[in-house]
């Protein structure tokens, strides 16, 4: 499976390689083939630590800097991300080895970290950073090896099981005491393309790796040439870092190439099969296990009943024994009846079906590949550029909405829809990115990029929401097969487990526990700075959820209507995604088990933007619950003869 997910950039590959003119490449897509002595460029991309969640520029550390520091140009996703991709002084050539070169300063001359910078290196280190480089667009990862136990073999020799870390560690701790990774192995593996007789052999990077080391500055050796001597074995100490005084140290690498039988196109397996897929494959299963048998009791208990209910009420000659019972029937007359807040209700399903239309599209371009992980930030443009456009489509189906209930004030209708949820998510965004301006990190968003983000909601995304409302409200309302009465009906008292609160916690068992396992996948990719690009098995979870909660919400409306309370609009509403405040729970938990986070901006980002995702989470299953429920109703009174 892991492998077939990544079959749509290898296909274009193909493709782009077998045409000889006018060749067209998918961005992050196109290799770059390296003849011998080419240089290799290794930039830097920030600094991660999952203890803060706030990244940093790469120079915002003392590091050796190149003559002219330049910035590649990013797009939007990268720049939400924090990425600042920026040249480094490191000189690579290919399939060239070195086996210790100093960086910056000359070699009778160390560097000399001031008291400030040093206190700044060290406060790093203790929050475990992580630096981030690549070189021909992949990221460098330290391996790591463990060792298990081989049961088959007699005398249960111990094999390596090799996994990678992604990027490497800036520096470590022992004994209260600080030591930098002042040394750096690279450990660039090259495929080597095959070619004709009379021309030159040509190289395409596949794997970019690293082993950090520590080495002190006594113990390195140095000529005149900036070439160093690296220790031999164990006869070398760390190079500590104190924070209270000036510390000298060299900056060094080396550079090692080996050739590797993997593909280009195959070269990103590695990163994207760092999880396990087996462990995917078992919560798949269970989840269409569980949902479809819950779901097939459910239906086949409601449609029984519901064929009872209708053949009794379609008695003509028992008409009035009918009406003295209770049950659904009884309330036809105020099951339509109009709801409180007609325009909020149907500005935030406007939203709902905004944002359901986005994730669709998005999840599904994303399986088929088009969305690699080589194009940074490319998931995150497209999502937002896809939520601007889909706002035609949340416009019309609010102003439908708007319209069946009675609604009149459908420009006021449409700026409710346009500017209620983005309005929210904007101002928590706002807030919580003065105090990453605070921190100084490169998470916080450019005043121009939030400028551009603005015009892009107002000059996008609200004309076509007004566009879409236009059409939707002047379109034919829904047709309700009853007729509403002018006086409402007294509601009878409700048992308690008829309770609001009650209803959110049983509604959301079901499409929770569906989707618990991938959750945890996407939290450790976001949070944990993971690779997340099993995109097949998202889409599958996500088809779940959306039977899970049609179901569990029409079997909600259909027990609230027996109870002959036919306030259920909202309650539909907010019930349906009962399984947001599940996902808050976990989020919670999740951050007390998992995560290492004390201190209180950390803290104030991860519950902001969780905040956000459950409020997005909560739209999205509870306007998918509602319109299955809306579909439920109105089919079900349409069955039955009403007088």
Known sequence: MAAAMVWWPRFLLLLCLTC????????????????????????????????TQLPYEYYSLPFCQPKKITYKAENLGEVLRGDRIVNTPFQVL?????????????????????????????????????????????????????????????????EKDVQFEHGYRLGFTDVNKIYLHNHLSFILYYHREDMEEDQEHTYRVVRFEVIPQSIRLEDLKTDEKSSCILPE???????????????????????????????WASRWDTYLTMSDVQIHWFSIINSVVVVFFLSGILSMIIIRTLRKDIANYNKEDDIEDTMEESGWKLVHGDVFRPPQYPMILSSLLGSGIQLFCMILI??????????????????????????????????????????????????????????????????ICFVLNCFIWGKHSSGAV???????????????????????????????????????????????????????????????????????????????????????????????????????????????????????DYRWWWRNFLVSGGSAFYVLVYAIFYFVNKLDIVEFIPSLLYFGYTALMVLSFWLLT??????????????????????
């Open 20 to 51: 000889k003119t006018s060749t067209f490449y998918v961005p992050g897509v196109a290799p770059i083939n390296f003849h011998q002595n080419d240089p290799v460029e290794i930039k830097a991309v920030k600094l991660t630590s999952s203890r």
């Open 94 to 158: 290919m399939n060239s080895e070195k086996k210790c070169e100093v960086l910056c300063g000359q070699s009778s001359k160390p560097v000399t970290l001031t008291v400030e910078q040093s206190r700044l290196v060290a406060e790093r280190i203790t929050e475990d950073y992580y630096v981030h480089l690549i070189a021909d667009n992949l990221p460098v990862a330290t391996r790591l090896e463990l060792y298990s136990n081989n049961r088959e073999s007699d005398d249960k020799k111990k």
């Open 233 to 263: 074995g164990t006869n070398s100490s760390p190079q500590e870092i104190d924070p209270t005084k000036e510390n000298q140290l060299y900056f060094t690498y080396s550079v090692h190439w080996e050739e590797s039988d993997i593909k």
């Open 362 to 427: 998005v999840i599904f371009v994303a399986m088929l590949g088009m969305l690699s992980p080589s194009s940074r930030g490319a998931l995150m443009t497209t999502a937002c550029f896809l939520f601007m456009f889909m706002g035609v489509f949340g416009g019309f189906s609010a102003g439908r909405l708007y319209r069946t209930l009675k609604g009149h004030r459908w420009k006021k209708g449409a700026f409710c829809t346009a500017t209620l949820y983005p309005g929210v998510v904007f101002g």
């Open 446 to 564: 450019p005043f121009p990029t939030m400028v551009a983000l603005l015009c892009m909601w107002f000059g996008i995304s609200l004309p076509l929401v007004y566009l879409g409302y236009y059409f939707g409200f002047r379109k034919q309302p829904y047709d309700n097969p009853v007729r509403t009465n002018q006086i409402p009906r007294q509601i009878p008292e409700q048992r308690w487990y008829m309770n609001r609160f009650v209803g959110i916690l049983m509604a959301g068992i079901l499409p929770f526990g569906a989707m618990f396992i991938e959750l945890f996948f996407i939290f450790s990719a976001i949070w944990e700075n993971q690779f997340y690009y099993l995109f097949g098995f998202l889409f599958l979870v996500f088809i779940i959820l959306v039977v899970s909660c049609s179901q569990i919400s029409i079997v909600m409306v259909y027990f609230q209507l027996c109870a002959e």
């Open 622 to 643: 509870g306007t998918i619950g509602f319109y299955a429920a809306y579909m439920f109703v109105r089919k079900i009174y349409a069955a039955v003869k009403i007088d």
